[in-house]
């Protein structure tokens, strides 16, 4: 079993960055893959990026695609989201989740483990 636990949301201006951690507890995620979703209100969950975690290969949602960064810590077994040049649009509740294989991938119900969520809120 995996836990994951999401930090680093919170309130921020136009423009503005900001960095999202996952931490995953219960077992590494050396043969998992893992992505962010978002889901903002009155819209559907929807995916962010993703990476494999043994070959750090990354996929990104075209929305997201040249203003964001997946990356991983392995010793700390955690993922990250760095998301800069944030628009309103951008506003939601942002989850991590892992699947038990390294193939990525774009669609939530491949994912076996989810996060609780933190909000994310762009707005000046």
């Known amino acids: 079993q995996v836990q994951l636990v999401e930090s680093g949301g919170g309130l921020v201006q136009p423009g503005g960055s900001l960095r999202l951690s996952c931490a995953a507890s219960?077992?590494?995620?050396?043969?998992?893959?893992a992505g962010w979703f978002r889901q903002a209100p009155g819209k559907e969950r929807e995916f962010v990026a993703a990476i494999s975690w043994l070959s750090a290969s990354t996929y990104y949602a075209d929305s997201v695609k040249g203003r964001s960064t997946i990356s991983k810590n392995n010793a700390l077994n955690t993922m990250y989201l760095q998301m800069n040049s944030l628009k309103p649009d951008d506003t939601a509740v942002y989850y991590c989740a892992a699947r038990r294989t390294l193939a990525v991938s774009v669609r939530e119900d491949d994912y076996d483990y989810w996060g609780q969520g933190t909000q994310v809120t762009v707005s000046s």
């Open positions: 219960g077992r590494t995620l050396s043969t998992y893959a």
